[in-house]
C-alpha cells in the first residue's frame, strides 16, 4: 500500500524559511513523478513543482521559482521541498503526490498534507 507522509509545516514569518518533507513508502518510485501541491483557503488547489525519481529534472510553478527547491533522497525513499523567502501569500495546506512519469493521468497518490502559515 503506496504512502506519502508529509511533514514539516508550522507557522513562519514572512522572509523566513521551512522545509517540508515527504515520506514516500509501499512502492518502487523509480520512473515516477514526485510533486508538490498547495491549496489556499477557498481556492483551488495548485501545483508547486515536480521532480522525476529516476534522473532528478524538476519544474516549478512560477510563483515559487527561485524560492523553493524540490529534491529527493533515493535512498531514503525521501522527498523534500526547501521554501525561503517565504511570503504570505504562501499561506496553504502543501500537499506530496506521485504519478508514473510516462503517464498523461492525473497524479494517483496522496498524501493528508501538512499547514504551512506565512504572517505579515
Known amino acids: 500500500q503506496v504512502q506519502l507522509v508529509e511533514s514539516g509545516g508550522g507557522l513562519v514569518q514572512a522572509g523566513g524559511s521551512l522545509r517540508l518533507s515527504c515520506a514516500a513508502s509501499?512502492?518502487?518510485?523509480?520512473?515516477?513523478?514526485m510533486a508538490w501541491f498547495r491549496q489556499a483557503p477557498g481556492k483551488e488547489r495548485e501545483f508547486v513543482a515536480h521532480?522525476?525519481?529516476?534522473?532528478?529534472?524538476?519544474y516549478y510553478a512560477d510563483s515559487v521559482k527561485g524560492r523553493f527547491t524540490i529534491s529527493r533522497d533515493n535512498a531514503k525513499n525521501m522527498v523534500y521541498l526547501q521554501m525561503n523567502s517565504l511570503k504570505p501569500e504562501d499561506t496553504a495546506v502543501y500537499y506530496c503526490?506521485?504519478?508514473?512519469?510516462?503517464?498523461?493521468?492525473?497524479?494517483?497518490?496522496w498524501g493528508q498534507g501538512t499547514q504551512v502559515t506565512v504572517s505579515s
Open positions: 521532480i522525476t525519481w529516476s534522473i532528478g529534472s524538476t
Open positions: 503526490a506521485a504519478k508514473p512519469t510516462y503517464s498523461n493521468l492525473d497524479y494517483i497518490y
Open positions: 509501499g512502492r518502487t518510485f523509480s520512473g515516477y513523478t
